[in-house]
């Protein structure tokens, strides 16, 4: 009877190296790219930090509103975020004071779907029109440009702690007017190259509604 060998394949698989790289097509960067673009290992802290700079960048450039395009370059939806829930919590006031005045005052989610809704609506008539600007890029600069009219919300909760006459009712009038103006031109300034020459007044006409009720419920709000 023969005897079957099995020989080993040791030395065969000695030689073969379990080793390598896979590269795709296209995919494939330097270490310097890596370097320059990943921050998976930037620490949390200046991650945020950065983002709490450009939130700021941002706010800058709607008080200076032709300084530059940064808001269109760089959108975010923070900063409308922030402004949103601060003014919704400004402006609802005590529940116990609005049961006593029945003043009709909005409540927070009242003001929360003012703000959005309006935005969206108004950046929807803009994409109709034949705007060039993205759906996000647009409610970030409506967002940000609320900022004056925040600024004045806080002006005249500082104005109410006075006992109110017709002479304090006039310096709120005419703070809410400046930051309603200053709003409208802040926005409208970063939107008007996104439109057509000949539809221009169509897109900003929703623009001045938009900011004409975020200044009514600042003016109509008048308990502390």
Not at 177 to 184: G, Q, Y
Request: hydrophobic fraction near 50%.
């Amino acid at each position: 009877m023969a005897d079957v060998e099995f020989h080993g394949q040791e030395g065969m698989m000695n030689d073969v190296s379990l080793e390598g790289e896979i590269t795709v097509p296209g995919l494939a960067q330097s270490e310097d790219d890596d370097d320059q673009f990943s921050t998976l290992d930037e620490p949390v802290k200046e991650t945020v930090m950065r983002d709490v700079k450009a939130v700021g960048q941002k706010f800058f450039h709607v008080l200076y509103p032709k300084t530059s395009r940064v808001l269109l370059k760089e959108w975010d939806l923070w900063g409308p975020l922030i402004l949103c829930v601060f003014m919704a919590m400004m402006l609802q006031g005590s529940s116990e004071h609005l049961d006593k005045m029945n003043d009709g005052g909005p409540q927070f989610a009242e003001v929360f779907v003012i703000y959005w809704v309006g935005a969206v609506v108004v950046t929807l008539n803009t994409k109709l029109l034949g705007g060039n600007i993205s759906f996000f890029q647009s409610i970030c600069v409506l967002g940000y440009c609320v900022f004056p009219l925040t600024v004045a919300l806080v002006v005249c909760r500082i104005v109410l702690i006075a006992d109110q006459t017709t002479a304090l009712f006039i310096v709120r009038f005419i703070i809410v007017v400046v930051a309603f103006a200053w709003s409208t031109f802040a926005s409208t300034a970063f939107l008007a190259d996104s439109q057509p020459s000949n539809r221009k007044a169509l897109a900003v006409y929703p623009i001045f509604l938009f900011y004409f009720v975020i200044s009514w419920l600042i003016i109509s709000h008048t308990h502390t």
